[in-house]
């Protein structure tokens, strides 16, 4: 069964604070993903990863950056958290095909900045 | 640019009534669609995709959709809602480039 887990469910973090959100899958998959989900706007995508320290913005990346080391593995850091960055934030991986290949998701980690 | 629009922001229906859920899309050549569901504080699971062939999809959970190109369409249906469906619904359009645009999202509400 394909796996996609996130560190934290739940974050609660200052204003200021440097913040990692970080996301494992088990698939081999290529390609990982970062995105936010915020009522009313559906997922806007943060970063992409097509490869091993390969990464590419996606339609929101300001106040954000990725890290990839290992495939398996991709970071979302949040260099200095601000307030608008409450938000729920959703990692997917995927296969690559250049035609759009179906992502699976993790559970989701729903960050709060005070 | 390629878009996906879900006109409704809530539905609500009885259990046991029938469902659809509209999809309207705009792309350059043949989609690739999706419709993922999302549980209250869950990720995104994958109901069903269409990628060629038969138009009419069936999906996981008694769910179905349908591929209309003349319409931009591909509506969600399912002929009998059970409490449990009561979450959000997203459809989504493949791009080339291995990217995922995804609607707004319809929250579904069932009524006992």
């Known amino acids: 069964d394909v796996k996609v887990t996130q560190s934290s469910r739940y974050l609660v973090k200052r204003t200021g604070e440097k913040v990692f959100l970080e996301c494992v899958q088990d698939?081999?998959?290529?390609?990982m993903f970062w995105y936010r989900q915020d009522p009313g706007l559906g997922l806007r995508l943060i970063y992409f990863?097509?490869?091993?320290?390969?990464?590419e913005k996606g339609d929101i990346p300001e106040g954000y950056s990725v890290s990839r080391e290992k495939k398996e593995r991709f970071s979302l850091i949040l260099e200095s958290a601000s307030t608008n960055q409450t938000s729920m934030y959703l990692c997917?991986?995927?296969?690559?095909?250049?035609?759009?290949?179906?992502?699976?998701f993790g559970p989701g980690t729903r960050l709060l900045v005070l | 640019a390629q878009s996906v629009t879900q006109p409704d922001i809530h539905i609500t229906v009885s259990e046991g009534a029938s469902l659809e859920l509209r999809c309207n899309y705009s792309?350059?050549?043949?989609?690739?669609l999706f419709w993922y569901v999302q549980s209250p504080g869950q990720g995104l699971q994958l109901l069903l995709k269409?990628?060629?062939?038969?138009?009419l999809v069936q999906g996981i959970k008694g769910f179905e959709a349908e591929f209309k190109r003349s319409q931009s369409s591909f509506n969600l249906r399912k002929p009998s809602v059970h409490w449990s469906d009561a979450a959000e619904y997203f459809c989504?359009?493949?791009?080339?480039?291995?990217?995922?645009?995804f609607g707004k999202g319809t929250r579904l509400h069932i009524l006992p």
């Open positions: 997917a991986s995927s296969l690559p095909s250049g035609t759009g290949e179906t992502q699976y």
């Open positions: 698939m081999d998959h290529e390609n």
């Open positions: 990863s097509y490869d091993v320290k390969m990464k």
């Open positions: 792309y350059g050549a043949t989609p690739y």
């Open positions: 269409y990628f060629s062939g038969d138009t």
């Open positions: 989504a359009v493949g791009n080339r480039d291995d990217k995922i645009i």
